[in-house]
């Protein structure tokens, strides 16, 4: 059975930063494999990709409004992908997804929130 779980969510202040972790297991394939992406979601919104990182040579791809700020990367080795988050802004309050996508097979964690506010 397929998991994804997140951590590394919570509150922070503008300006702060936050490091999210995704944690894979049970996959048919190697990990190595998989294309892993963050999306987010915010309250009444659809769900946006946040950055995506491939399997292949690590390109990474960045949604505009977080080029910059975020940096996606995985550790092979520990079946791992993280999302650094520095400057951190209001807008970027909502629920954090990992995805893990190879072929026809696309996974999802729970989530795990992020809220940015003074």
């Known amino acids: 059975q397929v998991q994804l779980v997140e951590s590394g969510g919570g509150l922070v202040q503008p300006g702060g930063s936050l490091r999210l972790s995704c944690v894979a297991s049970g996959f048919t394939f190697s990990f190595s494999w998989y294309t892993m992406s963050w999306y987010r979601q915010a309250p009444g919104k659809e769900r946006e990709l946040v950055a995506s990182?491939?399997?292949?040579?690590?390109?990474?791809i960045y949604a505009p409004t977080v080029k910059g700020r975020f940096t996606i990367s995985r550790d092979n080795g520990k079946n791992t992908v993280h999302l650094q988050m520095v400057s951190l802004k209001p807008e970027d309050t909502a629920v954090y997804y990992c995805?893990?996508?190879?072929?026809?097979?696309?996974?999802w964690g729970q989530g795990t929130q992020v809220t940015v506010s003074s």
């Open positions: 990182i491939a399997s292949a040579r690590y390109s990474e």
């Open positions: 995805n893990a996508a190879y072929s026809s097979r696309d996974y």
